[in-house]
């Protein structure tokens, strides 16, 4: 069963150089970033030696893997097809070498191979001795192989879940404290490292926690082993060989009661509220309503939103505490309104085949008009609040709240412009989407990566040049007193925000109107 | 007959050298309940695009009650309903927003539109699911939400795409209780499909396409001549020899 299970693996693996392109490009680059993880890893562990204190590291370096194995199988629930208890319960198998079989296919690939031989570089960072070297190998082998029996137990106990919208819902919400942490690990931890606020003695007091996790079992064995303990090494590696063997006994349990238990998937709950909003406001209010709704429930949008307000804060992270920290709200107003316009630059594509709905009733341009300003004001009701509340976070954070108001005038005009442009290229540039498993936003579909570029090209540089005239007006009237400048340049911005997206409604309805029939074609290719 | 409600003339659409529909012409009265059936890629979905304003036509002409589809969208989609063949629907609406919503786009006032898709609803057995995600239907369930949609503005001409593809008997039942309905009233009907037996005991006008041309239509018992519908649409579009032969290990007496 071990062998056939790996065979699958390996065939699922092959398959994928085979198939199409975009899985093709897919399988090589994580390829790639499964052989840098291992050569960083290992370098990173290796470059411990001689340092203060190197198995508080080794231990977060342990666990953070550990934690990695836990939430990537929750992405990759549809694209390992040996994940799902569910694709093998037809078959005549008995749990136990089934269970010995999916834990051997879970071990093969490229990046549990890259975790063995990444961490395997605490042979040089932490081991000493040959005691030491050989108990490092061993607490490698059971630190990835408690990794493996988690991520099953894991997946294995989730599944029902993650078969059904709900649970396709919530793993696409987990991009969310991932996205937040890869920004603070890229912009916040350097910057507050640089400025030494972050040093090797901040984590000191982490280790007396993570030495009683698995991992940290693993890592503080090896310590023990290389300073000639080895009843102690023994012990600790002994108690992680019991904690793998209790989760594997338990994912047992959940594998034998997952492949007779019925598919729920299907079983959900009912919506609040079930009339649409804007009730008064003829086709606009209709699709201002179909829009929000979609804001709130859609967990691609909610991730879109998510995502906007934080490249706002990353983009002016290493200035904002500067003189130049101006510099910092214009940029991240900007850039805040480009992250809307790229979002909303495929609103057609993004759609997908439900638009038949739209496209069989919208007829002429004054529909067309109700159609692009609704979906405008849906995007504008959130955009605006957002926008002006991380600028006058970031203002605050400067030390200069006041200033929170001439960015929230950038905002305004800024999102105006991204209205106007998104409208325009959804109409222009309209490309059909595909959302892959494990991916929560739609991305081009293949053949379609050129349009996304110059859409998010055109998305950034455009908004940037449309809201020019607003930065100007700004850095202009720096020196008049802000009582007039402040309400000036608000309402003049709204105003010339306003202006900006309603002449794209104008403009991207007499388009639409004469390509509503190729729109559809685009939509209904699209894959959601 | 008097003026059709649905006149189709010298339709054809390529895509790049591959002729998907090769110049069609089609009629049908209103009133009728009709069918258009054909094998995989014989083009009935092109087609139905083509009539129903979603695909552009590389020439020809469509009429419905007399207003050209491709001259005047708007007044020929305002009496048009419309149910594409895989019903993809707005998924994070629940069933009653999404009628609601149908009937909010084609200009409906709302309270109109919100009491209509309560008595659709009805109709079609969605009651107790109407406050559930459309994300969250069966088949069947899409399929009467996607009909609901499409009659929420009261059309005169109806088409859907294999409007029973993958649908439970029950549903099927209350879909063609509905368009049986609906044709009574004398508004009209055009559906692809591939049941012969439901198109025999529903339609009185049957077409059949296959390679993108009409090869037989007219009244139901017209084309059948005599025969099954089945067995016309096989004896019309010829059918692929079985070549079993090569599985003789298939059946209990093999081992």
């Known amino acids: ?528 | 007959m008097g003026e059709p409600a649905i006149a189709v003339h010298g339709l054809r659409k390529s895509f790049g050298t591959k002729e998907a529909v090769a110049g069609i012409d089609l009629e049908i009265a209103a009133g009728s309940l009709a069918g258009l059936v054909g094998p995989n890629g014989a083009g009935k979905t092109t087609s139905l695009s083509m009539m129903t304003g979603l695909l552009r036509p590389d020439t020809g002409r469509v009429v419905v009650h007399g207003l050209d589809v491709w001259a005047d969208p708007p007044a020929a989609k305002a009496i048009m309903g419309v149910v594409p063949a895989e019903a993809r629907l707005f998924e994070r609406l629940s069933g009653q927003e999404l009628l609601e919503y149908a009937g909010r786009l084609r200009g409906m006032p709302a309270a109109e539109a919100r009491s209509r898709s309560a008595q659709l609803l009805d109709v079609l057995d969605l009651t107790a699911d109407a406050k559930r995600l459309v994300a969250d239907y069966s088949t069947g369930m899409r399929k009467k939400a996607a009909l609901g949609c499409a009659l929420i503005h009261n059309p005169a001409v109806l088409f859907l795409d294999e409007p029973l593809e993958g649908v439970d008997p029950v549903s099927a039942d209350v879909i063609r209780r509905l368009l049986t309905r609906f044709v009574g009233s004398g508004s009209t009907v055009l559906f692809s499909s591939h049941v012969m037996e439901l198109v025999e005991q529903v339609c009185d006008h049957v077409s059949i396409i296959d390679k993108g041309k009409i090869v037989a239509t007219g009244t139901t018992d017209q084309v059948r001549g005599g025969k099954t519908l089945q067995q016309a649409f096989i004896d019309l579009v010829g059918t692929k020899a079985s070549g079993a032969e090569g599985l003789s290990w298939l059946g209990s007496s093999s081992s």
């Open chain 1, 1 to 528: 069963m071990a062998r056939l299970l790996v065979q699958l693996k390996l065939r699922l693996l092959t398959n994928a150089l085979r198939s199409s392109r975009p899985a093709r490009i897919s399988f090589i680059v994580s390829t790639f970033f499964a052989v840098l993880v291992a050569v960083g890893t290992f370098v990173t562990l290796a470059l411990l030696r001689g340092q203060s204190a190197p198995v508080t590291q080794t231990a977060a370096v342990f666990t953070v893997f550990a934690f990695g194995w836990l939430i990537l199988p929750l992405f990759t629930f549809g694209l390992d097809g040996t994940l799902d208890p569910a694709t093998l319960a037809l078959y005549p198998l008995r749990t136990r070498p089934l269970a010995v079989g999916l834990l051997a296919a879970s071990a093969t690939g490229a990046w549990p191979l890259a975790n063995v031989l990444g961490l395997l570089g605490v042979t040089v960072g932490l081991a000493r001795g040959v005691l030491g070297e050989l108990t490092a190998v061993v607490a490698v082998l059971l630190q990835v192989l408690f990794c493996i029996t988690l991520a099953r137990f894991v997946t294995t106990g989730l599944a029902g879940l993650l078969r059904s919208r709900r649970g396709k819902d919530l793993a696409a919400f987990l991009v969310i404290p991932i996205f937040a942490l890869y920004e603070a690990f890229t912009q916040v931890v350097p910057r507050l490292a640089a400025e030494g606020k972050i040093t090797a003695t901040t984590f000191a007091g982490i280790d007396k926690w993570l030495r009683w996790l698995p991992p940290g079992l693993a890592a503080h064995a090896i310590q023990d082993a290389s300073a000639g303990h080895a009843g102690a090494a023994l012990l600790r590696l002994g108690l992680l060989a019991a904690v793998i063997a209790v989760l594997g006994g338990l994912w047992i349990r959940s594998l034998d009661r997952a492949l007779v238990t019925v598919d729920t998937s299907t079983q959900s709950s009912a919506v609040h509220g079930a009339s649409l909003p804007f009730a008064r406001s003829g086709i606009r209010g209709a699709v201002a309503a179909r829009y929000l709704i979609y804001q709130r429930r859609d967990p691609g949008s909610v991730v879109r939103w998510f995502i906007t307000a934080v490249v706002m804060v990353a983009a002016s992270v290493s200035t904002i505490r500067t003189p130049h920290y101006h510099v910092a709200l214009i940029l991240s107003a900007v850039i805040g309104a480009g992250m809307l316009c790229i979002f909303q630059a495929n609103s057609v594509g993004i759609t997908g085949p439900a638009f038949s709905l739209e496209a069989t009733a919208l007829a002429g341009a004054r529909s067309l008009r109700g159609y692009f300003s609704g979906r405008d004001l849906a995007l504008a009701v959130i955009a605006v609040p957002l926008l002006a509340a991380v600028s006058f976070g970031l203002a605050a954070f400067a030390g200069h709240p006041a200033d929170g108001l001439w960015a929230v005038a950038i905002d305004l005009a800024a999102i105006g412009a991204a209205l106007a442009l998104s409208s325009l290229y959804t109409v222009v540039l309209a490309y059909p989407a595909e959302r892959r498993a494990g991916t929560p936003l739609p991305t081009a579909a293949g053949g379609h990566g050129g349009q996304a570029f110059a859409a998010a090209m055109g998305s950034l540089f455009g908004v940037a040049l449309v809201s020019a005239p607003a930065i100007l007006a700004v850095e202009l009237t720096s020196s008049v007193p802000g009582a007039v400048r402040v309400p000036v340049l608000v309402l003049g911005a709204a105003d010339y925000g306003i202006v900006l997206a309603w002449a794209g409604v104008r403009w991207a309805a007499a388009i639409a109107d004469h390509r509503l029939p190729e729109l559809f074609q685009v939509a209904a290719r699209s894959k959601l």
